[in-house]
Each structure stands twice: as C-alpha cells, then as structure tokens.
C-alpha cells in the first residue's frame, strides 16, 4: 500500500462525477475503466468496462490515465 499517494488523491478529488478514465494504476497493476463516478471517504468508485461499478481505496491507487477529450 502506498504511503504517499496525495498527489492521485488531489486529483480524484477534483474529478467531476462522469469524467472519462481510460485506467487506474492499483498497487502497479494496469485496471481498465470507462469513468469516475465519486469518492466517498477512502474509497474511489469507478465504472468498469463491462458496466460494472468498481470501488478501490484510494491508497491502493498510484496513478490514473484520462481519456483524449476533443475539442468542441
């Protein structure tokens, strides 16, 4: 577990509900995602690719890959 992931959490925390992730890095391993949803606490949750809601504990995150967004 991570002892010093305030950066990722800084981040999280300024995420709007719906903003699209492309993967979470969780303890150095690749996890595919779609989008954030919230976080509550130490707990993050996500939507997965196959519509289902992911939670992890946000210690356990050490880094987050967005999504290209297009210009309007």
Do not use: Q
């Not at 719906?18 to 150095?28: H, S």
């Not at 919230?38 to 967005?66: K, R």
């Amino acid at each position: 577990m991570s002892t010093n992931n305030g950066g990722v959490l800084d981040i999280l925390r300024k995420l709007a509900p719906g903003a699209p992730v492309a993967e979470i890095y969780l303890r150095g391993k690749k996890v595919p995602l779609v989008n954030y949803v919230t976080m509550t606490g130490d707990l993050v949750f996500f939507n997965g690719p196959n519509c289902e809601v992911c939670v992890f504990e946000v210690a356990d995150i050490n880094g987050v890959c967005f999504l290209p967004v297009e210009a309007d």
